[in-house]
């Protein structure tokens, strides 16, 4: 009888078991390539299934069959362990046990190594039945591992190893997807591959000297070409750390995308990553690279835009494989996706991770990364960078002094640009205005901005911003134009259009008022002459104010206001408080401005001095050199990533809510669905707190999909989206 590896697909064929090994091995091996783990990722994905040659599995997996369908239930992962024991460095043998499950810890693999060997003469007949069929799972010389290794340092092995056995193990998790839904998508035409990088480089070039020709000739748009030529120029440098270190409104978006590019096509790097800590970003830069990159009649998307923050680590098999793997020459995502990829140890967020070996990745508005995770975070980057021929690109307007965390003093980071400080100097357009004490209420800051044309009100919580919106809508005249809402509350979609006809409104001269979280201050291209901003750490306060004569139009300087109001909300936690008290120390009345770069330079070395060496960031690095999988991954938690629940909207429109419930339906299915149903989902999938959405559910404003994803049936506010202080929600949310 032929072995199988999985049931009958839609055309009714069956998945036999040797197509199987060897096809998620080609696969493995050519993504371990990359990186001088060819060898070793090639022969895992031969071994990862040899378990299921067992008489004992073949007989389930048809009985399931002629039941209808189902999981098959039974370990299958032993054999393989034990073949990968014998032919690779034993602790190698995790990335088989690991292959459905995530990645074990050291004890949990010394136990399955331990059964294994007890049960050893039922799983060598398993392995002598799948060689007659795959004599390659026994190799006449072991598979070789990257050569560098040999030259780690003892005392950094165990990070090595760590960072190696998540990259063998991406690539057999993905090949392993790739070869299962290959399978059950029989019937599904291949999709065509995507421009290559250097087509991408000329499309860039083409479409960004178009714009240029476009656009009125002025001193801004001059020192923005001078911004681009001299990025442009440092792509020539090796691969490795730089930074780019620039004001807002330079042009940073299109210097960073130009470095990547430029910089892959010099050095033969695959694909460009775009990272960014805020959704709103990733949307305003997805549209930005996407004009740039693509053209009517592409066969495939240059560009793919993931910012789904669905957890599928507890989602069936079949939705499984709609996770991403970033099989695209251009990526933009977020930080959380990222490094989640890089600290998870569950196989359908750590599939992408191996696309990181041999490309550029731009990490933008660095100084929003997690104080607490700087360290396991910097020293995974410039393992990448040192093994995996990876660069990394740090791009902020308030550069951080990553040099100052602990255990990255020696990386070796390249300026692109070595002294932005006379460039700061030409961009400074705006007047601070410090209202700190007495302390105003939310609601007086409302009023005030109701009554000015043009104004934008930043606040630090998405409370906050429902609570000014509100009284600021109900107290605007009506011929002042309208106020609008921005934050995380609101689908992407939702918030998309808001901005739209912000800078329609704005471009026009017409009034309008804006209220918004700080999604809006990090790289949304909006120009308000005056913008109140609630006190925060000083890179937020910098931020805030590149949204004030961004573009330098006005005969004076902006004006920007900070305030601390009394009734206004914080985000939580001692690395916050520890911002805001490196902050009241070095800016504010008779101190320095956000935008002094030497105060900055103080302001992050006294905020990173404080971090310490044995907090979180040293726990997780212990844990990492320890092969403890499982509590990196539990003490590894993005801040938005921890507090955030991901829930999918129905909007008043008909077409939107017909994508959403047919999406929803995908993923309720018990069939692989690819990734398609997630990508459906992005513009419409707003956030909650995780103990609001748990109300929610109570309640029956939402309902559970798969993995942490759920749909609000309730209400959708036309204005401010997911509205839990309206009158008609609160009842239900007295307890959050």
Known sequence: MRLLAHSVNDSGVRHGLDDHLRGTAARSGEFGSVFGGGAAAGYLGVVHDVGKGACVWQSKLLAVEVAGGGRVG????????????????????????????????????????????????????????????????????????????????????????????????????????????????????????????????????????????????????????????????AAVLPPGIHRL??????????????????????????????????????????????????????????????????DLDAAP????????????????????????????????????LHRLAGAVIVLDEVQALPDPLLMPILSVLRGLCDHYGTTVLLTSATQPEFMAVSGFEGARAVDVIPDP???????????????????PLLEDIAAEAADLPQALVVVNTTANAATVHRTLAEERP????????????????????NLAEIGRLLAEGEPVAVVATPLVEAGVDVDFPVVYRAFAPAESLQQAAGRCNREGRLPAPGRVVVFDPCDGGRPNGEPYKQAMQATSENFGPGLADPDDLDALARY??????????????????????????PQVAAE???????????????????????????????????????????????????????????????????????GDLLLWVSDYHSERGIDLEHPENSEDFTSW
């Open 74 to 233: 039974l370990d299958h992962k032993r054999a393989g362990a034990l073949l990968a024991q014998r032919a690779l460095p034993p602790t190698l043998a995790r990335i088989v046990i690991g292959h459905h499950g995530g990645l074990p810890d050291t004890p949990t693999l010394k136990d399955e190594l331990h059964a294994a060997a007890g049960a050893v003469e039922e799983l060598e007949a398993t392995i002598a039945a799948v060689a007659e069929l795959v004599p390659e799972i026994l190799p006449d010389v072991s598979p070789s591992l990257p050569t560098w290794l040999a030259s780690v340092p003892k005392a950094e092995l165990g990070l090595a190893y760590d960072l190696l056995i998540r990259m063998l193990f991406s690539c057999v998790v993905d090949a392993d997807f790739l070869d299962t839904s290959a399978h059950f998508d029989s019937g599904a035409a291949a999709l065509p591959p995507a421009p290559a990088v250097p087509e991408l480089l000329r499309r860039f070039e083409q479409r960004r000297m178009e714009k240029l020709r476009a656009r009125p000739r002025n001193d801004l748009s001059r020192l923005r070409d001078d911004v681009y030529a001299r990025t442009v120029a």
């Open 604 to 629: 992050y070395r006294l905020r990173y001095g404080r971090l310490g060496d044995d907090g979180l960031g040293r726990r997780i690095q212990d844990l990492r050199a320890r092969l403890d999988y």
């Open 245 to 310: 270190g620039v004001p807002t409104g330079a042009g940073k978006t299109f210097a960073a995308g130009g470095f990547g590019l430029h910089h892959a096509v010099k050095w033969g790097l695959r694909r460009v990553v775009v990272a960014v800590p805020f959704i709103s970003i990733t949307e305003q830069n997805s549209a930005v690279y996407r004009d740039l990159l693509e053209r009517d009649g592409d066969a495939a998307p240059s560009l793919l835009e993931h910012h789904s923050a669905v």
């Open 421 to 439: 400080a006379p460039l700061y100097a030409r961009l400074r357009r705006v007047d601070y205005e410090w209202r700190l004490a007495p302390q």
């Open 636 to 706: 590894f938690r993005m801040i938005d990533d921890q507090a955030t629940s991901p829930v999918a909207v129905l909007m008043d429109d008909d077409e939107a809510q017909d994508i959403v419930r047919a999406a929803v339906r995908a993923l309720r299915s018990p069939y692989p669905c690819g990734p398609q149903p997630l990508r459906d989902l992005q513009p419409y999938t707003a956030s909650l707190p995780r103990s609001a959405a748990r109300a929610a559910v109570r309640a029956g404003h939402a309902e559970p999909v798969v």
């Open 478 to 497: 009506s011929d002042l134009g309208p106020a609008l809402h921005l934050s995380t509350r609101m689908a992407p979609r939702h918030r998309r259009e």
């Open 317 to 352: 098999r079949g939705a499984k494989l709609a996770a991403e793997n970033w099989d695209s020459p251009f990526v933009v995502t977020t930080t959380v996706r990222l490094f989640e990829s890089l600290f998870s140890r569950k196989p359908a967020a750590m599939r992408r």
